[in-house]
């Protein structure tokens, strides 16, 4: 709890206590968080003084703003027509079958969550999908074996 | 290898670092030159509506105002474009060169840049870019400042009022037009926003005058375009070519040999079949023989393997999950117009269901309360029209 106001207080501090703030300080929340809690939420109104209602309704309309938790690498796999052409199936398969999880899941070590997303502006390079914020394109299966293997090299290092 | 029909220019993309010089020229000239300048140039507006960017200015500099804004859309959605996001890494400087110019000219000391969540790896090198022509400003003596505000995955936000509402701290919703965004944008502030594209333009027009710009096109879409080539092409990328091209001229240099439609201007432009490439013309809607089609500059092929109603599925599928859902038109319809292919798809509607569905797209064109919803019967009545039994079997 003090944890939470302590954050909304220093993201307020650095992008204002007004509305004009409101969207800078959800995507904070979101990068320290990963989502943005109920608490968080109440929280941010609270300090900015508006209604928690007006919260609430900014940080469900951005499909970027998760407000469920979701796993430290959000995958958002784009689906849309120039990727859907180059084998975004396929793509998806492979995440799946590797990370055990179905589209929309999180993995049970809470490290991965799989997401469809729309254009991601890669179309040439397609298919693409975003981890976290870094893009990848001209995805094969093998690429997407090797990227989840060295982000897991990267948090396990001992394994 | 594509045959090099088509000329290919570098007007957008060349590398010139004399920002310092172009800005010393620019700011000493009178601020109605500069907006004569540009209004003769004919450039429009490369974010799609394809509005005179020298009237915009114009007008905002016209409306009084104690503080006013320049905004640089960067949303960059619509499926198919990703040539913005190249103009922000090769040349930001020539976008912000413009802002700072539109600010001088307007009477604005604050700009913006939105810039989609989805590129947000560019942040870092965008700043250290915006930090430096700060510095540069510093020494002309100009107050002018640039601000990233970064989005998060909402395709509306690309509509300039729904982006407005958005930096406000809201839902990414549409407002009611007018007033515009010349005497009531960001904040309720007079207010010039332009594509990414247009402002990269302006840098050329300022450099070499308007009449360089104006040589190149056609009446009513003059100068050069960036396009983003995706789909059935053996080289897929980011184009700079001259308005006025027939789509035919295009499909020789970019297609595979099997085209069968081209998509432009993306999921709300229009689809082409091939019997009409020839009589297409890839500019703004003006007195041109032929069809002329407005395009944001997505470009997206499809040869004969492709199931038209699989694009068209598509398509919708993403009108539907970015309607903002703020009026009844767009959000049922969107959802209406996809259920409605699959039924006839399925065969539980018959094929005459079709013709209500375009009934309903045409309405929506009509009731909807911003962009996104009146275009959606673009690419739904130039796909269902030229592919009906592809909708069908
Ligand atoms: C649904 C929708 C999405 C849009 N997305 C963008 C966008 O991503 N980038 C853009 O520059 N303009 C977009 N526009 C057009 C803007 O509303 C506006 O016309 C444009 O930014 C003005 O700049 P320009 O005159 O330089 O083109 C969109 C419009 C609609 C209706
Ligand atoms: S047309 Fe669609 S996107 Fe536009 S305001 Fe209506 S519901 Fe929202
Ligand atoms: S269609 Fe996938 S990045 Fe554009």
Known sequence: MEDV????????GKYGHSEKGLLPIL???????RYISEEAMVEVARELDISAAQVFGTATFYSFLETKPTGKYVIRVCKTISCMMKGKNDIIRELESV??????ETTHDGLFSLRETNCLGQCHKGPAMLVNDTPYAELTPEKVRQILCDIRKKEFPGN | MA???????????KDEQDTEAILKKTFS????????????SGLKGRGGAGFPTGLKWKLTADTKGDEKYVIC???????????????LSK??????????VCGRVIGSRKGFIYLRGEYKFLIPDLEREIERFHQLLEKLGCGFRVEIFTGSGAYICGEESALFESMEGKRGEPRNKPPFPVTHGYNGKPTVINNVETLAHTYSIFKYGPEKFRDLGVQDSRGSKVFSVSGDTPVPGIYELEFGMTLQKFVDD??????????????SGFCVPRKKFEKTIIGYQGKLTGESLPTGGSMMIFNSSRSMYNVLHNYLDFFVEESCGQCTPCRVGTQQLLLGIEAVKKGEKPSSYLDKLLELAESMRITAKCGLGQSVANSFASIVENFKEEMIY
């Open chain 2, 91 to 100: 040349v930001p400087h020539k976008v912000l060169a413009g802002m700072a």
């Open chain 1, 5 to 12: 106001k302590q954050m909304v207080k220093e993201l307020a």
């Open chain 1, 27 to 33: 995507q904070g929340i979101v990068d320290k968080e």
């Open chain 2, 73 to 87: 859309n960067a949303d960059e959605g619509e499926p198919g474009t990703f040539k913005d996001r190249e103009i």
């Open chain 2, 29 to 40: 000239r009178p601020e109605s030159d500069i907006i004569n300048d540009l209004i003769s």
């Open chain 2, 3 to 13: 045959s090099k029909k088509l000329k290919r220019l570098d007007l957008v993309f």
């Open chain 1, 99 to 104: 990370l055990r999880i179905h589209m929309g």
């Open chain 2, 254 to 267: 970019f297609g595979d040999g099997d085209t069968k439609a081209v998509q432009v201007g993306g999921a």
